[in-house]
Structure formats: structure tokens, C-alpha cells
T-cell receptor, first 114, second 112 residues
Framework: GNSVTQMEGPVTLSEEAFLTINCTYT??????LFWYVQYPGEGLQLLLK?????DKGSNKGFEATYRKETTSFHLEKGSVQVSDSAVYFC?????????????FGKGITLSVRP | DAGVTQSPTHLIKTRGQQVTLRCSPK?????VSWYQQALGQGPQFIFQ???????QRGNFPDRFSGHQFPNYSSELNVNALLLGDSALYLC???????????FGSGTRLTVV
């Protein structure tokens, strides 16, 4: 079945540092890939998505590229801010289209120090 | 435009009791999915409703059941509560022809 593996956390960075959060997946067919963010006490917010190989999703300075050859969807940001502190989840949907169930990774907590 | 609304936000139940959680989808969305998020874990898919029918189901026992109403709102029912059912329950809505889900803030269920 489908699965998502995220790097172990938590991650603590200083403000303006470069961020990489690794995500790899196992899936049949051609899944859509997502990054969701969860701020304390809140639900999940869609950060970015990519629906086919080599697509790059981007939002709020975050980027991730759908790499089918390495089955990866790593999240990057060039300069993190304190306000980026949250839990980040990689997820996939499919193979029956983007409205299929989402399979999530365990999530990783990011803390950014001033 | 209101997003996904869930109620209640918190509740405490005793082991063996039954609970009903409610979800109103984002305006224009016709599909509702439910997820269980245990502390420190990623959300796990429970089931999805479309046109008042359960279309997909995750690996959850029959104690978990649901319903979708003609106005697309949905309920999640859990019978014979166990301590392990304590979690954040998230509702997500979507439109079949569009991509991505909008999540509510969740209901925090504590079973004691």
C-alpha cells in the first residue's frame, strides 16, 4: 500500500537558516504529493502540492519538487522565520486521483530561534 | 467564506460510551473525509463520504461509523469508546473535480 516516510525530528534552526525536510514515498500509480503545516492547536493547512513528476510546488517561500525517479518530495526554504515554527507533514493521495484518501508521514516539528 | 467547521472543539467521554462529532464542509465542497490524529503522529484516514455514501474506508473497526446529510455536512460516530480512541479528529472537505483538501481545526476527544 501507500506510505510516506519523513526524516526524524525535531528540527531546531536559527532565523534565516536554510531548511530541508526530507520526504520519500511508496505508492502505486501516479500519486499527487502534498506538504501540510499544522500550527499549535490548529488543524492542517495545505502548504503546497504537486500533481505530476517534475512539478514544483511553491508557497510562502517554501518549495518542493516531485521526483519520481527517487520517489521524493523534499521541502526546502532558503531563509526560515520564527513564524515558520510548526509541524510539517508530507502526504500523498492516489492512485485514483487527487480526491483519494491522503496518506501522511509522521510529521516533523520545526522550531526556529530568533 | 467559512472554511470547514467542526463541533465540539473538545470533549471528554468515559470508556464504553458513544460519541458523535460533527462537520460542516467548506461552501461548495461535496466530499467529506475524516481522519484520526493521535498525539505525535500523522493523521490516519478513517473514511470518506460523497453523495451520502461511504466511498472509501481506512483500517478502522466497525465501531467507527459515519453519515453525510443532503447539505453535505457529516457526522462521525464512535461506539464503545476505548482509551486508545483519544485523539484529535479532523474533518476535511473537497470537491471531486478539484485537488486538495481543506481541513477543520478538529475535535479533541479524551476518553477516560
Amino acid at each position: 500500500g501507500n506510505s510516506v516516510t519523513q526524516m526524524e525530528g525535531p528540527v531546531t534552526l536559527s532565523e534565516e537558516a536554510f531548511l530541508t525536510i526530507n520526504c520519500t514515498y511508496t505508492a502505486t500509480g501516479y500519486p499527487s504529493l502534498f506538504w501540510y503545516v499544522q500550527y499549535p492547536g490548529e488543524g492542517l493547512q495545505l502548504l503546497l502540492k504537486a500533481t505530476k513528476a517534475d512539478d514544483k510546488g511553491s508557497n510562502k517561500g517554501f518549495e518542493a519538487t516531485y521526483r519520481k525517479e527517487t520517489t521524493s518530495f523534499h521541502l526546502e526554504k532558503g531563509s526560515v522565520q520564527v513564524s515558520d515554527s510548526a509541524v510539517y507533514f508530507c502526504a500523498l493521495s492516489g492512485p485514483y486521483g487527487a480526491n483519494s484518501k491522503l496518506t501522511f508521514g509522521k510529521g516533523i516539528t520545526l522550531s526556529v530561534r530568533p | 467564506d467559512a472554511g470547514v467547521t467542526q463541533s465540539p472543539t473538545h470533549l471528554i467521554k468515559t470508556r464504553g460510551q458513544q460519541v458523535t462529532l460533527r462537520c460542516s464542509p467548506k461552501s461548495g465542497h461535496d466530499t467529506v473525509s475524516w481522519y484520526q490524529q493521535a498525539l505525535g503522529q500523522g493523521p490516519q484516514f478513517i473514511f470518506q463520504y460523497y453523495e451520502e455514501e461511504e466511498r472509501q474506508r481506512g483500517n478502522f473497526p466497525d465501531r467507527f461509523s459515519g453519515h453525510q446529510f443532503p447539505n453535505y455536512s457529516s457526522e462521525l460516530n464512535v461506539n464503545a469508546l476505548l482509551l486508545g480512541d483519544s485523539a484529535l479528529y479532523l474533518c476535511a472537505s473537497s470537491i471531486r473535480v478539484l485537488e486538495g483538501y481543506t481541513f477543520g481545526s478538529g475535535t479533541r476527544l479524551t476518553v477516560v
